[in-house]
């Protein structure tokens, strides 16, 4: 991560505020992180929670110790900044997507664990959904294939298999919200008077929402069995939603933006045919399409970028990795093969090449372009001659190469060639990975400035709900280069290691059989 060189550059020279906060509810640890105007970061707040596994492809969170650890991490961030509420224009929220809480509207305490993103619990659920359709059965209202990633299905399965709670979901007594709609509703008040709202982006994730409407569509809720009474309001990604109680009591809770479109927002990619790259624990690439959400033909989905308050959506295409800083992490924990992520760099750099090892790291399925959840990983071309060096750089190349992937089908069904990647997120610390990207993309890969472009992107979201920035176009001015890296591989070993790569990919398929 590259915080700390961020902060040197933001703390030593932030003067006076006002400031705007922004919480991060991320995969594996919530933040706060406080602006100044300039875009750049005064502080950072951040604590980790646990990963619950109560099965092969269960993943769980408890959401009471997210909320608890959110309350920390913006008192810390406050405390590190040395301001107080009164120096805060606004709040801006963004969160992991699609992972699924149901809580109890009078008490506020969760009827279960949340089931995160990854879970893949809903595989056969979804498989019955499809009906005689299969995947694309609610593809052109929702944008979305039948997959065990998104939030409807979810719900459902927890509605069918926690005792108790179809019935008090028909009685009125449970909420459901992404984590923008727990840590919003918290917030402002919880059983108190909080507000059980969503925004565009989130509700674009869930299923449930029709895309052209931009409101719950009755028919799938219905087909799906999920009772539209536990669904909070959808709103824009920008607006004023209630004021803050507790630590930063009165100040305005002002933006909602999925983690992924937050980075859209905060890399500034306002015009039609910009794209950005966020490399955390999966790895998500968003174009903007301007105000038309195109369908995708080449397993990407149809998503809604931004919406600023009462003005026009803007839509995105999207493509998902399942697994990339996750890789590094199993790389460091579970195979004990390196003691920190930072180390892989060194590694993979003390070889050459992959000594002919490819790693395709479908651990939980492949996710676009294939959305296959039959797949499972597999390091394809080993020979004695393959060192855990030659592992460490198939591990990077496995990054780069879904990136490119990613990207080929981007153009297919837009039309539109990629002229540079923005890039964020922890691994773009990685200048070997940077470089591997720029290679096999034949594209160059520009990193900004800040590179937590998520909190970034809810903070201006926030802010220009408040007026703190006047327009998009005050953003863009902020927005700063801080290393681009061009193209210096051989075309012809690019198609052949792409073809390489192509090929261990299909050995992934068909792994588990239909009837587990």
Not at 62 to 89: C, F, M
Not at 222 to 238: D, K, N, Q, T, Y
Request: proline share 3%; with cysteine.
């Amino acid at each position: 991560m590259s915080d700390t060189d961020n902060q040197s550059t933001g703390a030593s020279s932030h003067g006076e505020g006002p400031f705007i906060a922004a919480i991060d509810q991320g995969t594996t640890s919530s933040r706060c992180i406080v602006f100044d105007k300039d875009g750049r970061i005064v502080s950072v707040d951040q604590k980790e929670h646990e990963q619950i596994f109560p099965k092969p492809g269960w993943v769980e969170h408890d959401a009471s110790e997210i909320w608890t650890n959110v309350q920390e991490v913006v008192i810390g961030a406050l405390d590190k900044a040395g301001i107080t509420k009164a120096d805060v224009k606004a709040l801006g929220i963004t969160n992991q997507r699609e992972t699924t809480l149901l809580w109890d509207k009078a008490t506020g305490e969760p009827v279960h664990n949340a089931l995160v993103w990854q879970d893949t619990r809903t595989d056969a659920l979804c498989r019955e959904l499809g009906r005689n359709v299969g995947q694309d059965r609610f593809r052109r209202e929702t944008g979305l294939p039948l997959a065990s990633y998104f939030a409807g299905p979810k719900i459902r399965w927890l509605l069918d298999n926690v005792d108790g709670l179809r019935e008090r979901a028909d009685r009125g007594e449970l909420l459901f919200g992404t984590m923008d709609s727990w840590v919003i509703w918290n917030l402002t008040g919880g059983p108190d008077g909080g507000r059980h709202v969503t925004d565009v982006t989130n509700a674009s994730r869930t299923m449930l929402m029709n895309l052209r409407t931009m409101a719950w569509d009755e028919k799938i809720c219905e087909s799906m069995g999920v009772p539209m009474s536990v669904l909070p309001e959808i709103r824009s990604s920008a607006e004023v939603y209630g004021e803050a109680t507790g630590a930063l009591a009165g100040v305005p809770v002002a933006s909602a933006l999925g983690d992924q479109q937050a980075a859209l927002f905060g890399q500034t990619c306002y015009s039609e045919g910009e794209a950005k790259s966020t490399y955390g624990t999966g790895t998500f690439l968003l174009l903007n399409t301007g105000h038309e959400a195109v369908n995708s033909y080449n397993g990407l989905l149809t998503t809604v970028g931004y919406q600023i308050g009462d003005e026009r959506p803007v839509y995105a295409l999207e493509g998902a990795i399942a697994v990339t800083g996750s890789l590094v992490q199993w790389m460091r924990d579970q195979m004990g093969l390196i003691n920190s992520a930072a180390e892989i760099e060194t590694l993979a750099s003390s070889v050459d090449d992959n000594g002919g090892a490819y790693f395709v790291p479908a651990f939980s399925g492949l996710f676009a372009p294939y959305w296959r959840d039959d797949a499972r990983g597999v390091i394809a071309g080993l020979t004695r001659y393959v060192t855990k060096a030659h592992l460490a750089r198939a591990v990077l190349e496995a990054t780069a190469w879904q990136t490119r992937e990613i990207v080929d089908a981007m153009a297919k069904d837009s039309g539109v060639e990629l002229t540079a990647l923005k890039v964020d997120g922890g691994m773009t610390s990685n200048n070997l990975l940077m470089q591997t990207m720029s290679d096999f993309l034949d594209a160059p890969v520009v990193r900004p400035m800040v590179a937590e472009t998520t909190c970034l992107g809810a903070a201006y979201a926030a802010g220009l709900a408040v007026g703190f920035w006047s327009d998009t176009d005050e953003l863009r001015a902020n927005w700063k280069r801080a290393a681009e890296w061009t193209p210096s591989m051989d075309a012809a070993d690019r198609d052949r290691e792409y073809k390489n790569w192509l090929k261990a990919v299909q050995r992934t398929m068909g792994w588990i059989e239909e009837e587990n």
